[in-house]
């Protein structure tokens, strides 16, 4: 069975401070991609990063980073100098790319950004 | 700025009517998700598409749901008759299926009540 499991129900850290959240995953196949999406209190879902599995180095997008560990099944997410603006729920998502293609999505972080 | 465009963005509604969600996929995109998240269940995926024929609508109760791509442009998901355990937020989410890994790209949702 495929799964995302995200420990952290919420989070909180203090603007311009660096925040990580933890996503791990299970999955059989060779062939998989991860994702973050962030959904801010208007509910709408953002693509934060994705990360091919068969890429070693770890995406980045501006003040977002991720930690791929394939081996440990490990994808955590890196906030450096946190906005207000990122305030929102968090979900780390795998897609895997077989025979059942579709999004496995974690319950999400909700994470607040404190001024 | 090319986006997913949902209708209606907020819906209520009493038990027992039919409802009815639209969504507009970006041009071009072959692949359509339908997603209700709930703070119970979290996201779930109903149905989606892919060059407008359903490949998966294992997540979506086929005795009220119902969900149909009359076109390339226009998703639609119904329900009939609506329950109050259906009050949910809907996302319609697109993507281009070449690449399995491709980013989707969800709308702004659509806020349905029931009462």
């Known amino acids: 069975a495929q799964t995302v499991t995200q420990s952290q129900p919420e989070m909180s850290v203090q603007e311009a401070e660096t925040v990580t959240l933890s996503c791990t995953y299970d999955?059989?196949?060779?062939?998989?991609?991860l994702f973050w999406y962030k959904q801010p209190p208007s509910r709408q879902m953002i693509l934060v990063i994705r990360q091919e599995a068969y890429k070693q180095q770890n995406a980045t997008e501006n003040r977002f980073s991720v930690n791929f560990q394939k081996a440990a099944k490990s994808f955590s997410l890196k906030i450096s100098d946190s906005q207000l603006g990122d305030t929102a729920m968090y979900f780390c998502?795998?897609?895997?790319?077989?025979?059942?293609?579709?999004?496995?999505w974690g319950l999400g972080t909700s994470l607040a950004v404190n001024p | 700025d090319a986006r997913v465009t949902q209708t209606p963005r907020h819906k209520v509604t009493e038990m027992g009517q039919e409802v009815t969600m639209r969504c507009q996929p970006i041009?071009?995109?072959?692949?359509v998700f339908w997603y209700r998240q709930t703070m119970m269940q979290g996201l779930e995926l109903l149905a989606y598409f892919r060059n407008r024929a359903p490949l998966d609508d294992s997540g979506m109760p086929k005795d009220r749901f119902s969900a149909e791509m009359p076109d390339a442009t226009l998703a639609t998901l119904k329900i009939q008759p609506s329950e109050p355990r259906d009050s949910a937020v809907y996302f319609c989410?697109?993507?281009?299926?070449?690449?399995?890994?491709?980013?989707?790209?969800f709308g702004e949702g659509s806020w349905l009540t029931v009462v």
């Open positions: 998502a795998l897609y895997n790319a077989g025979n059942n293609r579709k999004l496995i």
């Open positions: 041009l071009g995109h072959n692949t």
């Open positions: 999955t059989s196949e060779s062939n998989y991609y």
């Open positions: 989410a697109s993507g281009q299926g070449v690449d399995p890994g491709n980013t989707i790209y």
